[in-house]
């Protein structure tokens, strides 16, 4: 059956699809730096102290969702939701106040953890160090915020001032900075690798909220508005808080498991398998980083049609991508996996049960998105929130028993199991298809239309 797309929807797709084509090209670039961060870093520490950066990356990871308290998903939905509206100034109240609560929930997280590593120095082995948390809770709020404003400048339509300096200007510095540094004889510590990513990533958003008030950007904290747009929205966020922390611990919660239950090497180990396998997913984030806000105006518009296209789009173009990156990693896992050093070549396996599980996260689509942007975030939390919840769970059974491989296994079923269901809720519940076989529905919504 050929697929016939009219004339408004190719506008349409065609937008989005080369707005998803720069976010790709950024996001590329972004793997690149990443993987050579960590290639550095690997490369330049010992294997116990690389073991040290990245759980206090996945740990700091996971807290600055934590602090973010749902606000970069809020920021996406009421922008679009304000602005269309008429309503500006609420527009960038909304803006304000989401700043001011990351940036204060980012504080208060990273003295708790302070405190609790504080209390737990009697109770730890003689030897054990917890330098690693530390840093952690220092590069908590420059993750938190630089999450936040990207999701606020993507809001408001920009994409290189939301992810350059991030993306590509911080990435490009760490690893820099790293070999600047071991070139002269200092050779950096877990800890103190995460405390200099933490500097450096300030020195990117202060360029980036430059930037944006230069070019008349809502990106600016303020107090005032707090109360009242936590009082409207504070159910939402809680939601949206959830929703982010449990996609979040599904990418980080494995290392810090494998590091507290086996031991750091293995984390570290795991730390570049998952973040390996994640490269598969870059196309589908990209599409998703410019599809966010079209589907939540589309959808709380009533043009379905629209809404169901732009997904059909991201479902196929993500999977494609995800396919021939798959492969590779079939046939080449192990020889990709040594880049960071011969110590981590034994993780091939690993890497495929973790690609396999995202391989079918990017043939679902963009379900997450649509659930979140639809008023769906509690259906969300509920079920995807269940079953990777219960994955945890059964990783504590079985860690110690298959080490790596069984926290690798599990998390790729529980991922297949999670992705497949949330799909299908999008399809009966909210009448957007959002796998690969959305392009069929849109085969229906256009003749419907057309009737």
Not at 126 to 153: D, G
Not at 360 to 387: C, L, N, Q, W
């Amino acid at each position: 059956m050929r697929l016939t797309i009219p004339s408004d929807l190719r506008a349409l797709l065609h937008t989005g699809l080369w707005r998803s084509v720069g976010s790709l090209g950024i996001k590329v670039a972004t793997a690149g730096l990443t993987y050579l961060t960590y290639v550095v870093l690997s490369r330049t520490q010992t294997v116990s102290e690389y073991g040290h950066f990245a759980f206090g990356l996945a740990l700091a990871t996971v807290l600055a969702i934590l602090a973010g308290a749902g606000q970069p998903t809020a920021i996406l939905r009421l922008w679009a939701q304000y602005r269309g509206q008429g309503d500006e100034q609420k527009a960038r109240d909304a803006v304000a106040a989401g700043s001011a609560i990351t940036i204060g929930a980012s504080l208060v997280v990273a003295v708790v953890l302070c405190i609790l590593t504080v209390i737990s120095l009697p109770f730890l082995p003689a030897r054990m160090t917890v330098n690693h948390f530390y840093a952690a809770a220092i590069i908590l709020l420059p993750l938190a915020l630089a999450e936040y404003n990207s999701s606020v400048l993507r809001a408001q339509g920009s994409l290189w001032t939301a992810l350059l300096p991030r993306d590509i200007l911080w990435r490009l510095a760490l690893p820099g900075a790293v070999l600047v540094l071991f070139y002269v004889g200092i050779v950096l510590s877990g800890p103190d690798a995460l405390a200099l990513s933490a500097a450096l990533l300030l020195g990117a958003l202060v360029l980036q909220m430059a930037a944006a008030r230069r070019q008349n950007y809502a990106i600016m904290p303020a107090i005032a508005p707090v109360r009242r747009h936590w009082r409207e929205w504070g159910g939402l966020s809680r939601w949206l808080l959830l929703g982010a922390l449990i996609e979040t611990a599904t990418l980080n919660a494995d290392v810090i498991l494998v590091g507290l239950m086996l031991d750091l090497e293995s984390s570290g180990l795991y730390f570049n398998a998952f973040r390996t396998a994640g490269l598969m997913t870059l196309f589908t984030f990209a599409i998703e980083l410019v599809i966010a806000p079209m589907v939540a105006e589309h959808y709380h518009a009533g043009s379905m049609r629209k809404a169901q296209a732009i997904t059909a789009l991201c479902s196929w173009a993500g999977f494609l991508f995800s396919l021939v990156i798959f492969a590779g990693f079939v046939l080449f896992g192990g020889p990709i996996l040594s880049m960071f050093g011969p110590d981590y070549a034994g993780g091939a396996l690993v890497l495929v049960l973790l690609a396999t599980g995202l391989l079918f996260d990017a043939a679902t689509g963009p379900s997450k998105i649509v659930m979140m942007m639809t008023g769906h975030e509690r259906a969300y939390v509920a079920i995807f929130g269940a079953i990777m919840g219960l994955g945890f769970l059964v990783q504590i059974l079985v860690i110690p028993i298959w080490g790596v491989v069984g926290a690798a296994a599990v998390n790729m079923g529980g991922r297949i199991l999670a992705q497949i269901a949330i799909a299908l809720w999008c399809r009966y519940r909210i009448g957007l298809d959002t796998s690969l076989l959305g392009i069929f529905a849109l085969s229906r919504l256009n003749a419907s239309r057309q009737a």
